[in-house]
C-alpha cells in the first residue's frame, strides 16, 4: 500500500470510530436500565477522554502521510485541516470545559443549561463531514 491508500483507511476508520461514539454510544449509554446521569457523565469523560487520544492518533498520522506523499493539493490537504483545527479547539476548549460541567454534576451541583453540548455535536458533525470529503476526494484520486 502506498500512502495515498494508508490516508483513505486512516480518513474512513477516522469517520468510523468518531460516528459511532459520538453519535451512538454518546446517547445510547443513558437509555441503559440503571444508568444515572452522573454513572452516564461519568462513563462519557473517560470514553471520550480515550476518544480524543485516538484522534489525535489519527490525525498526526495522517499530517505525517500527507507530508510524506507531498502530493495532495492545497483543496484536498484543506478538508483535513479544518477537522484537525477542530479537534485542536474541542482538545483545548469544548473538553475541559464539558468536563469541569460534568465533574459538578456526579458531585451533587445543579448547574443551569450550556449549549456546551450543541458546539460539540456541531463539530462533530463539520468534523466527520469533512473528513468523509476528505476520504471521498482521495479516492477520486486514485
Do not use: C
Amino acid at each position: 500500500m502506498n500512502s495515498e491508500q494508508y490516508l483513505i483507511l486512516l480518513t474512513f476508520l477516522w469517520v468510523g470510530f468518531v460516528s459511532a461514539i459520538s453519535f451512538m454510544e454518546a446517547w445510547l449509554k443513558f437509555r441503559a436500565p440503571g444508568v444515572t446521569l452522573p454513572i452516564g457523565l461519568s462513563i462519557g469523560r473517560l470514553i471520550f477522554r480515550g476518544m480524543n487520544k485516538v484522534e489525535w492518533f489519527f490525525g498526526l498520522a495522517s499530517l505525517v502521510l500527507i507530508i510524506g506523499s507531498g502530493s495532495l493539493g492545497i483543496t484536498t490537504s484543506f478538508l483535513l485541516f479544518i477537522p484537525i483545527v477542530v479537534l485542536l479547539l474541542q482538545t483545548t476548549w469544548l473538553l475541559p470545559a464539558m468536563d469541569k460541567r460534568a465533574e459538578m454534576v456526579i458531585s451533587g451541583a445543579e448547574l443551569p443549561k450550556s449549549a456546551l453540548h450543541f458546539y460539540y455535536i456541531g463539530a462533530e458533525l463539520v468534523k466527520v463531514v469533512l473528513l468523509f470529503a476528505f476520504g471521498v476526494t482521495l479516492l477520486g484520486n486514485l
